[in-house]
């Protein structure tokens, strides 16, 4: 029978914090903007925070949204369509990825090269591409603006007086 857990640590609910308020920025520019693809910047915003809020995870998964996102970008420049163009993407971004020493964050930068070669009508326009690659990169940002304010050293003491509250 496997056992439940009923209660989150203050470091689950920092990540829950952050998740939703990276959701609620990305959010804000997906409804001010309906004309473009931001819908695609709250996935990859949720895609860089950690459970563990690991900073260095964090950032290793921005470049590997930055990794994804160049990828997917150049593979427009390929003469490949379909499924083969995906294959190549993929096979890429992994190879870069263990070049680049992100072998831990593959998986993210896997997510935004889909993101960017995927085309809902079957015209392979770059300019789609581009617009999703600043989406991912918004998302990006707006993850890295949110870690950035949560690491401040008022939060850092505020998260450690509840950390030992809860430990009690």
Known sequence: MPSFRLSLSPQELLYIVKCILGVLVCYGFYSAFPAYPF???????VLVFTPDNDQ??????????LLGSSVGLLMF???ITGVFLFCLG???????????KLENTIRPALAAVVIVLV?????HNWMVGLERVGCVLLGCFVALCITLIFTKVAWAKLYYKLQRRFRK
Do not use: C
Request: aromatic content about 12%.
């Open 56 to 65: 260095t995870l964090a950032f290793d998964r921005i470049k590997a949204n």
């Open 90 to 100: 993929v096979m890429l971004t992994i190879i870069l990825g263990i070049i680049l």
């Open 39 to 45: 819908y695609w910047s709250i996935i990859s915003v």
């Open 119 to 123: 085309q809902e009508n079957q015209h």
């Open 77 to 79: 420049f390929l003469p």
